[in-house]
């Protein structure tokens, strides 16, 4: 069974870091397209950043570009997400999905086939 199992979440102040670790059993990591997703209270789940099976190629949703680092060990089947200068905008519960059906790219629009149980990011001001 494929589990998805997200970590490294927390209370960080406004300016501040935090990684986020996704690790995957029971799939072949280089095969899935890798997505990261946000839902903060009372708000709809949003994209923010995915990584391509094949060519890596990587997204970001505008509002994070240049903070949010995207990476993938397919050896250690783990997708990171680095978030610098944390905003308490950015304050949500963080998931991420995987899906073997993108042949390129990674939409972010897209209904991934698997979930992780998400881990919260709280960004006080």
């Known amino acids: 069974e494929v589990q998805l199992v997200e970590s490294g979440g927390g209370l960080v102040q406004a300016g501040g870091s935090l990684r986020l670790s996704c690790i995957a059993s029971?799939?072949?990591?280089?095969?899935?397209?890798i997505g990261w997703f946000r839902q903060a209270p009372g708000k709809e789940r949003e994209g923010v950043s995915c990584?391509?099976?094949?060519?890596?190629?990587?997204y970001y949703k505008r509002s994070v570009k240049g903070r949010f680092t995207i990476s993938k060990d397919n050896a250690k089947n783990t997708v990171y997400l680095q978030m610098n200068s944390l905003k308490p905008e950015d304050t949500a519960v963080y998931y991420c999905?995987?899906?073997?059906?993108?042949?390129?790219?990674?939409?972010?629009?897209?209904?991934?086939?698997?979930w992780g149980q998400g881990t919260q990011v709280t960004v006080s001001s």
């Open positions: 999905a995987a899906d073997d059906r993108i042949v390129a790219g990674c939409p972010l629009d897209y209904d991934y086939e698997y």
């Open positions: 029971d799939l072949t990591f280089g095969d899935y397209a």
């Open positions: 990584i391509g099976s094949s060519d890596g190629t990587t």
